[in-house]
């Protein structure tokens, strides 16, 4: 069973910074690429970015230059390195993987819960 469980999630004023993170359990977490995605209030979800097996990252063009993605595939979590945080960039954060679970099936979408991230002005 694939579970996703977020953390890290808070309150914090524009300019401040935040590392959520992403525990992954139930798959090989080192053989798959993974995404992070947000909600923002009253929008679609969105891309933020993603990084592949070997910790090559790549991201949307309104966080690239303030956001790092990156793995610990020993403790098989992920992270998202927030800095210069703007109020824009209040959203619940998930973590995404798209994997195959078991011999001859097909991947499949797996999203955690979710973390609620706050920047206030």
């Known amino acids: 069973q694939v579970i996703l469980v977020e953390s890290g999630g808070g309150l914090v004023q524009a300019g401040g910074s935040l590392t959520p993170s992403c525990v992954a359990s139930?798959?090989?977490?080192?053989?798959?690429?993974m995404s992070w995605y947000r909600q923002r209030p009253g929008m679609e979800r969105e891309y933020v970015g993603k990084?592949?097996?070997?910790?090559?990252?790549v991201y949307r063009d309104s966080v690239k230059d303030r956001f790092t993605i990156s793995r610990d595939d020993g403790k098989n979590t992920l992270y998202l390195q927030m800095r210069n945080l703007k109020p824009e960039d209040t959203a619940k954060y998930f973590c995404?993987?798209?994997?195959?679970?078991?011999?001859?099936?097909?991947?499949?979408?797996?999203w955690g819960q979710g973390t609620q991230v706050t920047v206030s002005p």
């Open positions: 995404h993987a798209y994997v195959a679970v078991g011999w001859g099936t097909n991947p499949t979408d797996y």
């Open positions: 139930g798959f090989d977490f080192g053989l798959y690429a």
């Open positions: 990084i592949n097996a070997v910790g090559s990252a």
